[in-house]
C-alpha cells in the first residue's frame, strides 16, 4: 500500500500508526508472498462502517461464526485501543494448538514462535484491517461506495515455501482428527446457498451486514441494549467517527 496525505505538514504515517505496532503479531510481511487465489474482493450492500464494526466486534464470533471460526478461543481473546486503532489477540483453543504443525491448513508461517501462536486482528482506523494468524498474512481495505454499498478487499501472503510444502501440509491437514469439530461448519444444516448453512465465515459476515444494513429502514428500528465490554469496540469507533466528523466541521 501507498500512503499520501496531500498536506505536507501531515503528521507521518510511522507517527499516526505508531502507537499500535506492539500489539502486531511477530509475522514479518515482506518475507512471506503473496498468491493469486489470496485476493478477494467483494462489493457488499451495507455501509462501510457497519462492515468495520463487525469486524472489530468480539462478542459476535462465538454466536455468528459459532462452527467457522471455532478453532480460536474467543472466551481468551484480549483486546484494546491505541489511540484511534483497535487491537485484538486470540490464541488457538487447545486441540488445535496441541496438533497444530500437523493440522494447520498452510504451511505454519515460521517467525511466529510456538509461543506467540494466535489471530491478531487489528483495525487501522478509519478503514484498513489485518488478519495475522499462524499460516496466513492478510490486509482488508474497506472502500466506501456509496451510502449503503462497500467495496472489500482482502490481500493475503503465506510462507515463501515451494508448492510441494503446501501439498505436503494439505494432506497433512485433511488427515488430523480436530477438522471434524472446527472449521467449515454452518450454524444449521440447509443448502449452502444459505450463508448461515454455508460454513463459510465471509458468507456469515456479509449477511449479517447487509441485514443490518436492511433493519436501518425498518421503522421498528432501534439501538438496544449493548454489552459493556464484548461490544465496547463499536461505540468507541462510533466515538471515533464522531470526533473526526466535528473535527471536520461536520454539525453533529
Ligand atoms: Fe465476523
Not at 486503532?85 to 510456538?114: C, G, T
Not at 491437514?173 to 444444516?189: A, N, P, Q, R
Not at 444494513?213 to 469496540?233: D, W
Request: proline share 6%; hydrophobic share 35%; aromatic share 14%.
Amino acid at each position: 500500500m501507498l500512503f499520501v496525505h496531500p498536506d505536507k505538514n501531515a503528521p507521518s504515517i510511522m507517527q499516526y500508526f505508531g502507537d499500535i505496532a506492539p500489539h502486531l503479531g511477530p509475522h514479518v510481511p515482506e518475507e512471506l508472498v503473496e498468491y493469486k487465489e489470496g485476493l478477494y474482493t467483494k462489493e457488499i450492500k451495507a455501509n462501510w462502517k457497519i462492515i468495520v464494526e463487525n469486524n472489530i466486534d468480539h462478542y459476535h464470533l462465538a454466536h455468528l461464526h459459532e462452527g467457522t471460526l471455532n478453532m480460536y478461543d474467543h472466551a481468551k481473546a484480549e483486546f484494546g485501543w491505541e489511540g484511534p486503532h483497535y487491537w485484538f489477540y486470540e490464541p488457538l483453543v487447545k486441540d488445535y494448538m496441541d496438533d497444530v504443525e500437523n493440522a494447520s491448513l498452510q504451511p505454519l508461517i515460521k517467525r511466529v514462535p510456538k509461543e506467540k501462536i494466535g489471530a491478531y486482528v487489528p483495525w487501522f482506523f478509519p478503514n484498513i484491517g489485518l488478519a495475522e494468524s499462524e499460516a496466513s498474512w492478510s490486509t482488508f481495505h474497506v472502500v466506501p461506495l456509496a451510502p449503503d454499498r462497500t467495496l472489500v478487499t482482502f490481500r493475503t501472503k503465506v510462507e515463501n515455501v515451494s508448492s510441494w510444502e503446501f501439498t505436503k501440509q494439505s494432506a497433512k491437514s485433511s488427515m488430523s482428527k480436530i477438522w471434524s469439530k472446527y472449521g467449515d461448519k454452518g450454524k444449521y444444516e440447509g443448502d449452502a446457498s444459505d450463508p448461515m448453512a454455508s460454513g463459510d465465515f465471509m458468507a456469515e459476515d456479509i449477511y449479517a451486514c447487509e441485514q443490518q444494513q436492511k433493519s436501518l429502514q425498518s421503522p421498528m428500528f432501534s439501538v438496544g441494549a449493548r454489552a459493556e465490554r464484548g461490544e465496547y469496540a463499536i461505540l468507541r469507533f462510533q466515538e471515533e467517527i464522531k470526533k473526526w466528523l466535528i473535527q471536520e466541521g461536520a454539525e453533529v
